[in-house]
């Protein structure tokens, strides 16, 4: 199975490279987080450097093995425990709705 990034999801990259994704916050539960304590109607997250390379590498042509591979070039060692962490990366992705795999 590959990862692909949802349709609709939208995401930046500012001039250092680094990638911010918005998440809509919704929901009945959300709705009334944002009147009690003000939860604005949109989070970002701010991706760190290999989290900023890797998000475009999502695009459903590439498996987490060939990101991995990539991922290895780009930061060598400091990339390790690589497949552990890429793993951990694509899970909190899946987990927020903003990836899903496709075979």
Request: glycine content about 8%; proline content about 4%.
């Amino acid at each position: 199975k590959k990862p692909v990034c949802k349709n609709g999801l939208n995401w930046s990259k500012d001039e250092s490279g680094n990638v911010t994704l918005e998440m809509e916050n919704k929901g009945v539960a959300n709705r009334i987080m944002q009147k009690l304590i003000k939860k604005p109607k949109i989070s970002y997250i701010h991706l760190d450097d290999i989290g900023s390379f890797v998000w475009p590498l999502i695009d459903g042509e590439r498996d987490i093995i060939e990101i991995g591979e990539l991922v290895r070039k780009q930061f060598g060692s400091g990339a390790e425990p690589l497949y552990e962490r890429l793993a951990e990366y694509i899970k909190i992705f899946e987990n927020h709705g903003f990836v899903i795999f496709e075979n």
